[in-house]
């Protein structure tokens, strides 16, 4: 046992020797470069040390004091050679206290600044809210924290329907919701605005904010995003203005002509219900395209007109009036436009992935 514990602490020894050598030898280098200096106090801001202050972190954790240690009396060595002693009230550079220093590094350094910009999703929203604008619909917001009767009641989600299920989120103990979508909007925004449909006039809103939802996270889910609601009301509104309302928005978004496509579905607030597709405006004849798998169709929101139920609650005659409504993700847009693998990207701070939106 006692040949294994001196083997034990011999390697340890030599381990330590070894990184006080590189100590040493910069040591050395240090001395003989101050020679040459003309300028001596430069020494205290050779690369050589802080390369040395960089290596700490990477000492096994029982070195690493002594290491430090060693570095800094190189360090004092350094100044009093020059003249400056850290320990004498002599003249040190001047530093800008409220600059934004890299704290990790042992001799303070300026961050490289630059100008920052807008995130892409704020960007394209933006550019949304624009071309909703121009079209006649209100610009508004959603929110971030609602409750049950919005989330659900006001959209005809009956008590413990399983369509409850489709939206899961996230919930306080004291049953406020963190909306899985943006229709928490749709009860509020109609309801606020009955009067116009009195006046003879549509109710046309278009509201945009983050949703939320408790996903398996993967290239394509994300537990926060953004979504686009629209909301037109008015007489006589029918499916047919839904889908040229929405084929004018993505074909001015995209720039392109697009052909659309609605095919039946199943939402609660809407009746009847569709999902909404676009022909792939990345497919070239005879070619495999990445974007759509080669379907042709890239499904973009779910859309409707507004159940009876809804515009009830919400204090408007379904025998008098009718609207459409829909809801899509901002992030699905953006993804498509810009040709973007993984949404994960975009909440990730990633300022690799941000600066290429400048
Ligand atoms: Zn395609």
Redesign the pocket.
């Known amino acids: 046992m006692a040949i294994v514990a001196s083997g034990i602490s011999l390697a340890f020894d030599i381990e330590l020797r070894v990184i006080m050598d590189d100590v040493q030898s910069v040591r050395q280098h240090l001395l003989d470069k101050l020679k040459s200096l003309e300028e001596k106090k430069t020494i205290l801001r050779a690369p050589e040390l802080r390369d040395l202050y960089n290596k700490v972190k990477d000492q096994p954790e029982d070195k690493r004091a002594e290491f430090g240690q060693a570095i800094n009396n190189l360090k004092k060595e350094l100044e009093d050679l020059v003249g400056q002693s850290s320990d004498s009230n002599s003249v040190l550079s001047d530093i800008d206290v409220t600059a934004p220093m890299d704290i990790n590094s042992p001799i303070p350094q300026l961050i490289p600044t630059e100008n920052g910009t807008t995130h892409p999703i704020t960007q394209e929203t933006e550019k949304i809210a624009e071309i909703f604008y121009r079209m006649g619909f209100e610009v508004s917001e959603s929110r971030e924290i609602d409750d049950d009767y919005h989330m659900f009641t006001s959209l005809n989600f009956p008590e413990n329907h399983p369509a409850r299920d489709d939206y899961d989120t996230f919930i306080t103990e004291e049953g406020l919701i963190a909306p899985a979508h943006t229709s928490t909007m749709q009860n509020r925004i109609i309801s606020a605005r009955k009067h116009l449909l009195e006046e003879g006039e549509n109710i046309a809103v278009l509201a945009m904010d983050r949703v939320f939802r408790n996903e398996d996270l993967d290239a394509r889910h994300e537990h926060t995003f953004t979504q686009h609601e629209g909301i037109l009301v008015g007489k006589d509104i029918t499916v047919g203005n839904l889908v040229a309302t929405l084929k004018l928005f993505f074909t001015t978004y995209y720039e392109e002509d697009i052909e659309v496509k609605i095919t039946p579905f199943y939402f609660p607030f809407t009746e009847p219900s569709f999902e909404f597709s676009l022909s ?4 070239s004849d005879g070619e495999d ?8 169709w ?1 499904e973009m929101l779910g859309c409707g007109m507004i159940h009876p139920n809804v515009l009830r609650m919400a204090g408007v005659d379904p025998i008098k009036y009718s609207g459409f409504a829909w809801g899509g993700g901002v992030e699905r847009l953006v993804m498509i436009k810009h040709n973007i693998e993984d949404i994960r990207h975009f909440n990730s701070g990633k300022l690799k992935f941000l600066r290429q939106f400048k």
């Open positions: 792939c405006p990345f497919c395209c990445r974007v759509c798998s080669g379907e042709r890239i």
